[in-house]
Structures are given as structure tokens and as C-alpha cells.
């Protein structure tokens, strides 16, 4: 009894060291949704026996459908090292594969549920922070009376009336959200209220552009006016595009606050995701 006990001891023994000498790679990672920053999953690496790793994502709209490696849903492709991040651009199932090489080879697979990716976005105000103090032609902004000199809108001072438009660039502007007789040497930062915009058809298919164009005239209050105003900035936002295929995988994905650095102004553009 006594001998047979000792060899299985010596069985145990001998097979925790053989264990412990195994050669063989062996994949394994967990897989972490970050709470905090929409789309964005890390991996962590605690592979055995293994120098060399490479990660690869595919994605499906149901768990145990077909897995596809579609650059339409993220940020993906081969990375190394023992903590990687990837940020996903839509809500879906992703499956993560490690393949893990030392002196064999060891593969693994797992998959999780990112569902916390904003399908709509808000705009909200413009906060004019600069108004460069003359145009691209090295005149200053028109006067506040609606006259004008020669070349146009020549005679000016440093106090133009501002007016964001946010569609297509227009031939003519309605007046009811500008904002009048604006200092731009002394009385910036000025808040300029966009018309309410809500963007719901987020997604890599639909291109959606909002445009902000800050416009200088001449006007009283409550006019409509047939000619465009004079043009100090105008920039064009694909909002897809702005925090899905342009961030590069940043923690600063879907921004609350869009910073606009424009030749002729400076502006916080604020967003609202849901």
C-alpha cells in the first residue's frame, strides 16, 4: 500500500514537472468592455510559451451568426503586445482571435457584446472664441447701418453682425438667430445658436454632412436677406465620419465638445450623443 502510494506521487510529481517544462504555446487573453469610452475593448494577453502574437476581429449583428472581418464595424487588424485596444465603430458582436506562436503554435477565440455606441447625435451651440479681423482679402467686416464702400463692405468696423448657417451654403439667410454688433477685439467668447439639428441615421452607409458657416451682414434684426452676407468661415462636417473612420482609436471618440480652427475663426462646436 505504502509503495503504491508512493508512486502515484511520484506520478503526480513527475507530471507537474513535465507540465511545468512544456514547451507548447498556449493562447489566452480576457477580453474587457471599457465602461467608460463607447466602442472601446481591451485584450489582455497571458499567453504561455509564446513570442509572437497576432489579433484578429470580425464582427456579426448576432452572436452566433457569420463573422466577418468588415472594416465597416471598427478598428482592427494585427497588433502585438500584452494589453491591446481596439475601438469599434458599430454596435455589434465582435469575435477576438489570438494567435499565440513560440516554439508551436496555439490559437483562441473569444467573443463580446458592444452595444454602447451612440446612434444619434445633437447639435448644440457654437461658441465663437476668434473672428479674424479682416477677410481673406485683407478687408475688414462690414459696418452695423448696411452701407457699404468699394470695394464691398469696405467701410466697416471691428463689431459685424454674426449669423451661423448650418445647411448647404446659401444664396440668401434668414436673420433670426444672429447675433448683432459683435466685438471681436474685446467681446469673444460670443454663443451662436445653430437651428436645431438632431443627426439619427448614423452609420457607416449614410454620409451625413452638417455644414457651419459663420456669415458677416448687414441688417436690422428680424430681416431676410436676398444676397449672401460676407463668408468668414465655412467648414463641412461628415458626423459618421468625424468620430468613426477619422479618430484613429482615440479615448476622445464621440466629443462632446468639437474644436473648429478655421483661417477665419475659432469655435467649440458642442455635440450630444445618445
Given amino acids: 500500500m505504502k509503495y503504491n502510494l508512493l508512486k502515484v506521487c511520484c506520478a503526480i510529481l513527475a507530471f507537474q514537472f513535465l507540465s511545468s517544462c512544456d514547451p507548447r504555446a498556449k493562447a489566452e487573453f480576457d477580453i474587457i468592455l471599457d465602461p467608460d469610452v463607447r466602442g472601446k475593448i481591451t485584450v489582455v494577453n497571458y499567453s504561455a510559451n509564446s513570442s509572437n502574437f497576432q489579433w484578429r ?37 465582435v469575435e477576438v482571435t489570438l494567435e499565440a506562436t513560440g516554439a ?13 455606441i451612440p446612434t444619434q447625435v445633437v447639435i448644440g451651440n457654437l461658441v465663437v472664441t476668434r473672428v479674424s479681423l479682416t477677410d ?12 457699404t464702400g468699394s470695394p ?11 449669423l451661423v448657417n448650418n445647411y448647404a451654403p446659401a444664396n440668401s439667410y434668414s436673420a433670426s438667430n444672429a447675433t448683432w ?9 460670443v ?12 452609420s457607416y452607409s449614410s ?26 468661415g465655412m467648414l463641412t462636417l461628415d458626423l459618421y465620419r468625424l468620430t468613426h473612420e477619422q479618430n484613429g482609436g482615440s479615448d476622445d471618440n464621440y466629443p462632446e465638445i468639437y474644436k473648429i480652427e478655421e483661417a477665419g475663426f475659432d469655435a467649440d462646436l458642442y455635440l450630444h450623443w445618445d
Fill in 207 to 232: 454620409s451625413t454632412d452638417f455644414y457651419i458657416e459663420l456669415v458677416d451682414f448687414d441688417g436690422q434684426p428680424g430681416s431676410i436677406f436676398a444676397q449672401p452676407g460676407k463668408r468668414i
Fill in 104 to 116: 508551436t503554435q496555439s490559437t483562441l477565440s473569444k467573443r463580446i457584446h458592444v452595444n454602447n
Fill in 57 to 93: 476581429l470580425a464582427f456579426s449583428d448576432t452572436e452566433n451568426g457569420s463573422y466577418s472581418s468588415n472594416s465597416s464595424y471598427g478598428n482592427y487588424g494585427v497588433f502585438d503586445g500584452d494589453v491591446t485596444k481596439f475601438y469599434i465603430q458599430e454596435n455589434s458582436w
Fill in 181 to 189: 454688433d459683435v466685438d471681436i477685439v474685446n467681446g469673444l467668447p
Fill in 191 to 202: 454663443t451662436l445658436v445653430p437651428d436645431n439639428e438632431v443627426f439619427d441615421n448614423l
Fill in 152 to 162: 464691398m463692405y469696405e467701410v466697416s468696423t471691428e463689431f459685424p453682425d454674426l
Fill in 136 to 147: 481673406e482679402l485683407g478687408y475688414e467686416w462690414d459696418d452695423t447701418d448696411g452701407t
